[in-house]
């Protein structure tokens, strides 16, 4: 059986590591914003390049946390409106909604499957603050027309990087394109974590010292509150096992993207559309994600031969129950997307030998 992701085998080579780290946490007994967050915040920050690193508890909090503080810092109010792209996984969707904000729903490019320049600027509204796009399946978002587009309405970028650490165009890497960014340590994710984690990356002096304090009940000293925060800090344990594999992320990332060129170069079948990809550093291949008119049948067929598949997304958010108020929406190619796309087995311990099993079933459909 070739899974769609081992999970356990990536996390194996560190598991020795991981118990040092246990015993130094236990021998110290602090746990919640110590040593630990302070050194992987660093080294983290120092990783994307850029000056802040803020660790919090999962993907989602990192994006509302950065609009909160925006909120708080006046530069974005509530009902003001947020570009994002239509076909992005949920929890995006769902931080602007928790921030009090208006998501605006914009379709993707049907190739990269990332947000449309276009699009977004047909989009833009006097009410517009923030474009947020999201460096779907690992692939950056084309962020110099973003950023041009954001510098010339006056607004704020804030990327979603849950799915492309390390990810790296103009020798900028995801999570320095925009204003801020979030991140999510999820265990499926390039880097990711034995649990919950997330973090935010940002220049901006500011912004970084509001979400230190509001991710931590609005608190910078114990008992003094000065903002309405809430409880979202990445703890020192999960710190402790991001810092021993950030180390490897690039090595781990260019494994995937072995896994991916082999597909790209030895996947032929007309019924199988491949992902775009220029060969670049700007993709880090979290998912491979095909696309086919016969995806039931096809992924029945895989099944049926011991391989593991998994849908990025079945459902497009705006046919989601909660968020029942968009259903009048539509996105046709947003819709297409979700209808074709399969996610094939990608990880960095993936065999030569599973690759190509996977490869010749695929030529066989
Ligand atoms: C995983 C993910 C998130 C949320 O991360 P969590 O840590 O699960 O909260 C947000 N956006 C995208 C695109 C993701 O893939």
Known sequence: MIKFLDLKKINQPYEKAFQDRLKTIMDKGWYILGDEIKAFEADFAHYCGTKYC??????LDALVLILKAYIQLGKIQKGDEIIIPANTYIASILAVLQADLVPVLVEPNLETYNLDPEAIEKAITPKTKAILPVHLYG????????????????????????????AVLDSKKAGNWGDAAGFSFYPGKNLGALGDAGAITTNDDALAKMIFSIRNYGSEKKYVHD??????????????FLSVKLPNLDAENGL????????????????????????????VFHLFVVRTEHREEFQGYLSANDIQTLIHYPTPPHQQKALSYMSNLSFPITEKIH???LSLPISPVMTDEEI??????????
């Open 54 to 59: 803020i660790g919090v508890g999962n993907g």
């Open 139 to 166: 692939q950056l978002a084309p962020m110099r027309e973003i950023n041009a587009i954001a510098k010339q309405n006056n607004l704020l970028v804030i990327e979603d990087a849950a799915q492309s650490h390390g």
């Open 227 to 240: 903002y309405i925060g809430i409880n979202s800090r990445l703890d020192e344990l999960q710190a402790a």
């Open 256 to 283: 995937r993207k072995k896994v991916a060129e082999r597909y790209l170069a030895e996947i032929k079948n007309d019924k199988v559309k491949l992902p775009f990809f220029d060969g670049s550093q700007n993709h």
């Open 339 to 341: 209808r074709e796309v």
């Open 356 to 365: 190509g099993y996977v490869i010749e079933i695929i030529n066989k459909f």
